[in-house]
């Protein structure tokens, strides 16, 4: 009897949950896009280590337009540059494992497809030249618009998008350190046009035990337009993630982004540049 009784209490526990609706589970954190002044974005993101704008804030304020002049195009490699395009081929890049590089070249272009390709060769301190065009007519809109980018040491990322008339979360624009500082300007081209980086990369330094010792240091000439003036990073580049370092060598390749867009490139060269002149 007493048997029988537990069996029954039990059966009307498991009745009386079943009954009981389940909630919906709770939204991980960085999951709901919120949009604000026609800016989609995310605010249930971290915060920047500011403290004042969440990655990927909408509300973070937009880079105000400069309209550029002319700077840099189609500028001939100087006498000591490394060239890591000049229209004839990939022989400078790989995919992520080694492969051939799988971006198609079309009339002495490189157009991004498939998958990120890395330079064959490592790099520390640089001055890089890069040409990039965005496809038109535009398709999407904010981050799927035209979307690329120039990854430092295949850590840091410099955003490529087109940002011409298309807003997007601040630190995702073009001319941006991706996720942590936004540019100074926005100063893109309209889609189609060919647009100019030169960008000062310098690598950061980590102590014995990991620390860093030294951040990696940007200047970018967007257009001919500074949008990052010797701007730390605060570690490498992530998607809803405010940046963070982990230890790791003094040299590292250069990737380029394929994000679900064509993007073009051509006149991609590089520099070696010590930090300081040796005596
Ligand atoms: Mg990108």
Not at 66 to 83: I, Y
Not at 200 to 216: C, D, L, R
Not at 238 to 265: M, R
Request: charged fraction near 15%; aromatic fraction near 10%; charge should be neutral.
């Amino acid at each position: 009897m007493k048997n029988c009784l537990i069996v029954l209490t039990l059966l009307a526990a498991v009745a009386a949950r079943a009954q009981t609706p389940t909630p919906p589970p709770a939204p991980k954190p960085g999951n709901i896009e919120v949009v604000i002044n026609g800016v989609a974005g995310f605010q249930d993101t971290p915060l920047q280590p500011d403290g004042k704008w969440h990655v990927h804030d909408p509300a973070r304020p937009q880079p105000p337009i400069v309209t550029p002049g002319n700077f840099s195009q189609l500028t001939p490699p100087p006498s000591d540059a490394l060239v890591l395009f000049d229209g004839s081929g990939l022989s400078q890049w790989r995919d992520k494992d080694g492969k051939p590089a799988p971006w198609k070249v079309e009339d002495g272009v490189m157009v991004s497809a498939k998958s990120d390709i890395v330079t064959t060769n490592q790099f520390g301190d640089i001055q890089l030249h890069l040409e990039f065009r965005e496809p038109t007519p535009p398709k999407e809109s904010g981050q799927g618009r035209g979307n690329s980018g120039i990854y430092f040491m295949g850590l840091y990322e410099i955003q490529v998008l087109d940002c011409y008339i298309n807003k997007t979360y601040a630190d995702g624009a073009t001319g941006g350190i991706y996720g942590q500082h936004p540019a100074l300007a926005n100063a893109c081209r309209p889609p189609g046009e060919w647009q100019t980086y030169d960008i000062i990369f310098n690598v950061p330094h980590f102590g014995e035990k990991g620390e860093v010792t030294s951040p990696a240091y940007v200047t970018v000439f967007h257009n001919g337009v500074v949008t990052q003036n010797h701007q730390a990073f605060r570690g490498a580049t992530n998607w809803k993630s405010p940046g963070k370092y982990s230890p790791h060598g003094p040299t590292g390749p250069i990737a380029l982004q394929y994000h679900n867009n064509s993007v073009s490139f051509r006149n991609i060269w590089v520099r070696p540049v010590p930090v300081v002149n040796e005596p």
